[in-house]
């Protein structure tokens, strides 16, 4: 029997993100595509912002609340990792998915406020002074090496899940695990998820509009 573990929504935003992800390295390389940058940029950061939400209001399982574990729980499944039993993140992975996720939100909010002198400057740029756009722009470009390991660790280990015999990638793509259907977390339709990325987007585009007129207002 299975369950339903990831709603429509987390699977769509997981695979979303990779490639938003993948685009922006390609774009923000050597011959930057700055355009095409900023559009991706903005993407991920809704992506991340409606994540966020849905960490509160959507499915049982993509909570928050579920799947942080506290000190005592992450002592314990350090100790014997094959006495945890859960349907989504197991403690570390739990913690590793606030980790990506924080990065993730701070590379977006830096990247709203960078500029290089040369090529680019971020849509929110205009609102802040020379030093703080230093600072965000250093604080972009080292984030992403942080980013690059990160992602690289997780991927390393979603790989070694598959050696010991966890179908982790397959859940993420179908949203089904085998388990008793009496565990079954309680789901929220995708489709909420998709409205709030879509609000979320709208509201980051209306902000980057508005940017002249806080501009004259300040
Ligand atoms: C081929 C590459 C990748 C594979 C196969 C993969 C696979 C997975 C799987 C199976 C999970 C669920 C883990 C679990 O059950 O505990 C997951 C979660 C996650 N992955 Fe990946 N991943 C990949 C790349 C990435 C990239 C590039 C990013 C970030 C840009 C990323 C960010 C995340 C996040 C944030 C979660 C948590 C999902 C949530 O709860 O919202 N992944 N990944």
């Known amino acids: 029997m299975t ?3 990831w709603d429509g929504f987390i699977r769509g935003f997981h695979w979303l993100l990779l490639v938003a992800f993948a685009g922006l390295w390609y774009t923000g390389g050597d011959f930057m595509h700055v355009d095409r940058h900023e559009q991706l940029g ?3 950061l809704a992506l991340i912002i409606s994540r966020i939400i849905w960490g509160f209001v959507g499915s049982e399982s993509a909570r928050f609340r579920y799947f942080i574990a506290g000190p005592k729980a992450l002592f314990l499944y350090l100790r014997a990792p094959k006495s945890f039993q859960s349907h989504t993140h197991n403690p570390m992975g739990g913690w590793s ?3 990506m996720l924080a990065l ?3 590379q977006g909010v830096t990247g709203l406020f960078t500029d290089d002198a040369i090529f680019y400057r971020g849509p929110l740029a205009a609102l802040a002074s020379k030093d703080t756009l230093r600072t ?5 470009s080292l984030n992403f090496d942080l980013l690059k390991i990160v992602i690289g660790l997780h991927t390393l280990a979603i790989v ?3 050696f010991v015999g966890e179908p982790l990638v397959y859940a993420m793509i179908k949203g089904d695990k085998k388990a ?3 565990t079954q977390p309680r789901i929220v339709h995708g489709a909420w998820g998709y409205l709030i990325l ?3 987007y709208g509201l980051l585009t209306l902000l980057f509009r508005a940017v002249p007129y806080i501009q004259a207002a300040l």
């Open 42 to 44: 903005t993407f991920l």
């Open 198 to 200: 879509a609000v979320v």
């Open 3 to 5: 369950v339903r573990v």
């Open 104 to 106: 993730l939100l701070v």
């Open 180 to 182: 008793d259907p009496a």
């Open 160 to 162: 070694v899940y598959k």
């Open 136 to 140: 965000m722009t250093t604080i972009h």
């Open 97 to 99: 998915v606030i980790l």
